[in-house]
Structure formats: structure tokens, C-alpha cells
């Protein structure tokens, strides 16, 4: 017997059996609310219920002195691809599939200069139409053109390809310190050079083709002064930090600073990036209008 | 099919794919009918293993006894893929009873097309094969699934 307590004229003696069947009891009637929740929550393919944020992972890996931003990478915070509607799953998913919280950095609109919004502002809806898997260019692929897909990063001496899935398309990347071509051809990728600032990647890019539109909100296209500049940083093993800054000095008041994307390294241990060819659009007057569209800013 | 607390849940949400502004997806916005999904039973007979969407392939009975070929349309395979939903697993399921919450194509569009939302094929397991149009919450997808029973 274990006397537990004697107050004023009153004595409380109970067995230890007592106590545990009092406390089972009160975790029986009053579950912890995790185990609630966790009884409660339907279960489905691919444990999408369970998506939450990556840990920091611990350090991340370095290579010639600098971070290895090599590896297979996510647009979100949980380290596989999580589908719009896998938030319908559970209210967890949420901070899973966010790759900035707009509440702490939020990502502006663009600030036109006078008269260039209707030049250069796209029509809202327009897009590169999904049936069509058409690239996105430098650099909306990497600010949401490819959607929910992943990338694969190779960093090798002297360059660094960027493949994704969706749209399939490449990037090359040198790091060898050559200098932009005096008058480069533009590409949708435009012409890219990079160095390291500390653990910082950054990355120079001009010459983007004008048919590239940037995606924000809302989505706009640029003149031929418009210069990229992207900056790559990996602060921990499970986190790649992308950051994009747009300067035109034809089109925008002031350069077009983005929130800072959490990219999450993959957690299927070494997954391929998947081959995605666009063989079975159903769908080709929709998509012909949508690609139409594309073409119009607001002042057509 | 809305309810108070989609406000409270898609805030959030909302807020966070306004901001991320992704492309437009073909299709959904003008061809199905998010207004009216229903729970489709029948028999799996096939699967297009093909980007940008799959189709899953269902024959389902009306009150008649008539049965309909229905095509529904789901997300990549890459994704489904990644969420352990495999060609292996349509194969392996091909000719036996499933239910399906579907979104079909608006009045006026093909019949027995739409898109698939939430698959249960005779394994048991549910998959989510769709883009959500009907906005459901968690809670409205809790309450939906005991009705998805192949």
C-alpha cells in the first residue's frame, strides 16, 4: 500500500494497482489527442495522411568547398510529390506541401513602370498549357512551372545540370567563371553563368526568350534587358533554398524579388526522376485555346 | 458541395497557390462538372498508363441494368507512382468490383467521361487519382470514404 497523501482530518490511501487502474482508466476515456487523431485520420496509398515537413536532416554535404546542392528535389517541404488534392487527406498535409509561409515573406507582385502593365502583364488564366507539356523557361520552371514535380541537381567541377521532370527539360549550368557571350541567342533557359558567394550559388542569367513568361501574380513577360540573377543555397542535408531576383529596367520599377522556396530533398532512396512525354492529350481544343491564349497580354 | 469549414481550411491553401500561381490546368476548369460528382460501382476493366493523365476504365450499371463504359481521367502516373498506386496494382485488380468518386464532364459534354477523384479498387485501399475539383476537406473526405466500398 502507498500512502499518498494526508491532508487535515482526511487520508488518502490508495494501492498501487488503484493508481494504475485510475490512470488507464482517464487514458481510455481521454486519449491523447495525437492517438485521436491518428485513429481518426483514413488511411490511403502512399501514407499521403502522414506528409509532414522534413527535419534539417543535420549538415549539408560539401564537395570542393562548397555545398553539394546534388540530389533529387521536391517544390514543397516533404520530400515527395504532393499532389493538390493530397491536402484533402489530412489538415497535416498542409505544412508539408508549402514551400514559403506568404504570412513571413510574402512574394509581391511585380512593379510595372507607368504604362507597361498592359505591354507586358499577361492575361490571367493564360498558361503554358499542361496537355502540352511545353517548357516554362528561366525562371518560372523553377518558381512553379513544374508544378509538383521534382528536379535532379548534378553538380560536377565547372558545371551544374538541373534536370526536371516536368516539363522534361535540362539545364547546364557552368560554374568554370566564363563570361555571357557578347549576344547570345535567346533560349527559353537563357544563357547562364554562375560562382559561389560563401555557400551561396548564384547564378547570371540573360537572353530569355520573349516568349518566357515570369510566373508571379501576376504572370508577366520582359523586354531584352531583363536579367535574371538565381540563388541556390542548401542549409541543411534536407533543404535546398531558391531565390530569384528579376531586373528589367524596360518593364519593372524596381527589380521583382521572390520569397525564398524551400525545395526537400526526396525521401524514395535513390528514386530517378520519371520520363514525361505529353503521348495521350485528350483534350487538343482545349489546350489549343489555352496556348492561344498564352500569346495575349492585356493590352491585345 | 460546400460547406463552412472549407473556408476556414482552404485559406490557407488558397493563399499559399495564389502566391505559387501554377499553370493553368487544361481541361478542368471548362470540361468537368465540380458541382456534381457521385459515387460511381462497378467493375474495373482497364488502365491508359500514359502522361499527362491516365484513364481508368469502369463499367458501371444504372437502375435500368444498362451498363455504361465510363473514362476517367486521373493525375500523371509518374505521381501516382510515388504514391504506391502501380500499373501492377490496376493490373492486378482489372475485372473486379470498384467505386470511384467522379467528377463527370458538364451537360452537354461526353457521356460517361469524367475524372476520377478517389479510386477503391477491390484491394481496399483508397487513392487519390485527381485534383480535388470538388474542394473537399479532410473531414468531407473522411465522411465520403465509407461510401466508396467496391
Known amino acids: 500500500m502507498i500512502r499518498l497523501r494526508e491532508t487535515r482530518g482526511l487520508r488518502y490511501v490508495l494501492s498501487l494497482s488503484g493508481v494504475l487502474t485510475i490512470l488507464l482508466l482517464l487514458v481510455w476515456i481521454f486519449p491523447p489527442a495525437s492517438a485521436q487523431e491518428k485513429e481518426n485520420t483514413p488511411h490511403f496509398a502512399g501514407d499521403i495522411e502522414n506528409l509532414k515537413p522534413l527535419t534539417a536532416g543535420g549538415p549539408a554535404p560539401h564537395t570542393g568547398g562548397h555545398p553539394d546542392l546534388s540530389g533529387v528535389w521536391y517544390p514543397n517541404s516533404g520530400g515527395t510529390e504532393i499532389q493538390i488534392a493530397y491536402l484533402s487527406a489530412s489538415p497535416g498535409v498542409l505544412a508539408a506541401k508549402m514551400q514559403f509561409d506568404p504570412k513571413e515573406t510574402p512574394e509581391g507582385p511585380p512593379s510595372f513602370k507607368?504604362?507597361?502593365?498592359?505591354?507586358?502583364r499577361v492575361k490571367p488564366g493564360a498558361a503554358r498549357a499542361y496537355g502540352t507539356c511545353a517548357q516554362f523557361g528561366t525562371p518560372a520552371t523553377l518558381l512553379g512551372g513544374n508544378a509538383?514535380?521534382?528536379i535532379q541537381i548534378i553538380q560536377t567541377p565547372g558545371l551544374i545540370a538541373v534536370l526536371d521532370e516536368y516539363p522534361l527539360d535540362y539545364r547546364v549550368i557552368p560554374t568554370d567563371g566564363r563570361p555571357h557571350p557578347k549576344d547570345p541567342d535567346p533560349t527559353f533557359n537563357g544563357d547562364s553563368t554562375a560562382h559561389w558567394e560563401g555557400d551561396t550559388l548564384v547564378v547570371d542569367t540573360i537572353a530569355v526568350d520573349d516568349r518566357v513568361s515570369n510566373f508571379g501574380s501576376p504572370r508577366w513577360l520582359h523586354s531584352d534587358q531583363e536579367h535574371v540573377i538565381e540563388r541556390f543555397s542548401r542549409p541543411s542535408r534536407n533543404y535546398l533554398i531558391y531565390q530569384v531576383t528579376v531586373e528589367d529596367p524596360v518593364v519593372l520599377a524596381k527589380p521583382w524579388v521572390s520569397a525564398p522556396h524551400r525545395w526537400s530533398l526526396s525521401i524514395h532512396k535513390g528514386e530517378l526522376l520519371g520520363e514525361f512525354f505529353c503521348t495521350n492529350?485528350?483534350?487538343?481544343?482545349?489546350?489549343?485555346?489555352?496556348?492561344?491564349?498564352e500569346a495575349k497580354t492585356e493590352g491585345k | 458541395m460546400k460547406?463552412?469549414?472549407?473556408?476556414v481550411f482552404a485559406g490557407g491553401a488558397v493563399l499559399f497557390l495564389a502566391a505559387a500561381s501554377l499553370p493553368a490546368h487544361h481541361g478542368y476548369a471548362t470540361e468537368f462538372d465540380a458541382k456534381?460528382?457521385?459515387n460511381l460501382k462497378g467493375t474495373l476493366t482497364g488502365v491508359d498508363w500514359e502522361n499527362p493523365h491516365g484513364y481508368v476504365y469502369m463499367d458501371v450499371k444504372d437502375a435500368s441494368g444498362k451498363v455504361h463504359a465510363w473514362s476517367l481521367e486521373t493525375i500523371s502516373p509518374n505521381s501516382m507512382r510515388r504514391a504506391n498506386t502501380t500499373r501492377e496494382d490496376f493490373m492486378n485488380n482489372s475485372g473486379k468490383p470498384a467505386a470511384a468518386r467522379a467528377c463527370p464532364t458538364k451537360p452537354g459534354g461526353t457521356p460517361d467521361k469524367g475524372t476520377v477523384e478517389i479510386l477503391v479498387m477491390s484491394d481496399g485501399v483508397a487513392r487519390i487519382l485527381g485534383q480535388n475539383i470538388e474542394g473537399l476537406t479532410p473531414e468531407q473526405t473522411k465522411d465520403l470514404l465509407p461510401q466508396l466500398k467496391p
Open chain 1, 114 to 120: 507607368p504604362g507597361m502593365a498592359a505591354k507586358y
Open chain 1, 148 to 150: 509538383t514535380w521534382p
Open chain 1, 281 to 293: 492529350n485528350q483534350e487538343p481544343e482545349e489546350i489549343g485555346r489555352q496556348t492561344g491564349d
Open chain 2, 3 to 7: 460547406h463552412k469549414i472549407l473556408g
Open chain 2, 36 to 38: 456534381n460528382c457521385l
